[in-house]
């Protein structure tokens, strides 16, 4: 007996029209469900249209009419013995604009469009904000350029588009651990109407050298020994721990500083109990208030953080260009060469630079560095903003 096969599936894309229907089925392990597939195409070059009847270990082929699977599932030809391997992980956007289409028409092709390609790419999201507009956000301005070129001419939507904006962060660096214990009252005017008291503990995300916070939010229900026996034995208590959970989520979308989400925050839920007016809405409402008061309490001690690039830069005359294309990045872009690595044939420059001073990078580079020059950049993680300035233009932007 064979061991049934496995894949992770690569990007998706969408196709007109699909190839016909075959009618084999196969099972999607991470979904949890089984699919049809229309037919198997191997992928030559840019040739998808040629078909085969089975993909095996090093294939790169396409699997033709999966409309319920995403990028990163993982497929198995049955269900038995089927497992799921890791899946991608994407990092949150640190960039997005403003789109609004032309007409109505144009807006119904747009909602579509969007799913399609969030479908494809699950680093591009789209949400419509209190103002009734469509926000896209991604990876960097390049990457959104790339999505809004899919919309006008893979789709034929007419769109306007707003400059684009950096998706900043807050971040609360208290030191050390501090905590906070507060009963909540159903009722403010009735001392009686205790619906629970809950008693959170925070930790800040340790900041490197560089002034770098790469980790992102924990919640966790670590109750301390003292209550163990009030909460985790008193199955009426365990029931409000997640609503717990989404209290806190909730009030960390927005930061005392200048309302953005805050990150790299480590919270511990050390004590619950829930009394008489506990239900699903005070119980939250109390979590998103204990948590607030924290954030307030040391409010002094908010910095605002913005999201940094590892920029990999490879110059080919750096004999020439090597000193001033340092010089453009710590006195132009606010940022940070961590390595140069001298080759006789090219010098390859690592630095740490924010999306927002990536703009216009490109260019400028190629004009500093005579034409001779090329760069990869990845994200790295947030950094905390030193520049009061770019505080004040943060707290201005609005779309």
């Not at 960039?95 to 494809?120: G, R, T």
């Not at 103002?131 to 790339?146: E, K, N, P, R």
């Not at 239900?279 to 954030?295: I, P």
């Not at 961590?338 to 420059?349: F, I, L, R, S, W």
């Amino acid at each position: 007996m064979t061991k049934p096969q496995s894949m992770s599936s690569e990007p998706c894309t969408h196709h007109h029209p699909p190839p016909p229907l075959t009618g084999a089925r196969i099972y999607n392990a991470t979904r949890q469900c089984f699919q049809t597939v229309r037919s198997l195409s191997k992928v030559n070059g840019e040739n998808f249209s040629l078909k085969v009847d089975a993909l095996g270990p090093g294939d790169v082929g396409c699997v033709w009419g999966m409309d319920q699977s995403y990028t990163g599932d993982t497929l198995c030809e049955e269900k038995r013995g089927a497992f799921e391997l890791e899946g991608l992980r994407v990092p949150e956007p640190v960039v997005s604009i403003c789109i609004e289409a032309h007409s109505d028409k144009d807006d119904k092709i747009l909602q579509k469009a969007l799913s399609v390609i969030q479908m494809e790419d699950p680093s591009i999201e789209a949400e419509v904000n209190e103002y009734g507009q469509t926000v896209l956000s991604g990876m960097g301005a390049l990457h959104l350029d790339i999505t809004k070129t899919k919309l006008e001419r893979g789709w034929g939507v007419g769109l306007d588009s707003s400059a684009v904006r950096v998706k900043h962060r807050e971040f609360l660096n208290t030191h050390h651990s501090v905590d906070i214990e507060h009963t909540f009252l159903a009722d403010p005017s009735n001392e009686a109407s205790q619906a629970c008291t809950i008693h959170l503990r925070y930790t800040p995300s340790a900041v490197d050298d560089h002034d770098m916070i790469q980790e992102a939010n924990s919640v966790a229900m670590s109750l301390s020994e003292t209550h163990e026996d009030e909460v985790t034995k008193k199955k009426k208590h365990n029931k409000w721990l997640p609503v717990v959970r989404r209290g806190i989520e909730q009030s960390l979308g927005g930061g005392p500083l200048m309302n953005q989400a805050v990150m790299g925050a480590k919270l511990d839920v050390v004590k619950f109990v829930s009394m008489g007016y506990a239900n699903e809405d005070t119980v939250l409402n109390a979590a998103d208030y204990t948590m607030k008061l924290l954030m307030q309490e040391h409010k002094r001690r908010c910095a605002l953080i913005e999201p940094v690039m590892k920029v990999r830069i490879e110059l080919y005359d750096a004999a020439n260009h090597l000193d001033a294309v340092e010089m453009d990045i710590v006195a132009n872009r606010r940022g940070q060469v961590v390595d140069a690595n001298m080759q006789p044939e090219c010098t390859t420059v690592t630095a740490l630079i924010p999306v927002a001073c990536l703009t216009t990078f490109a260019a400028d580079l190629l004009s500093t560095a005579g034409g001779e020059a090329s760069f990869t950049q990845e994200f790295h993680g947030y950094r905390v903003v030193r520049d009061a300035s770019v505080e004040a233009q943060v707290r201005e932007e609005k779309y």
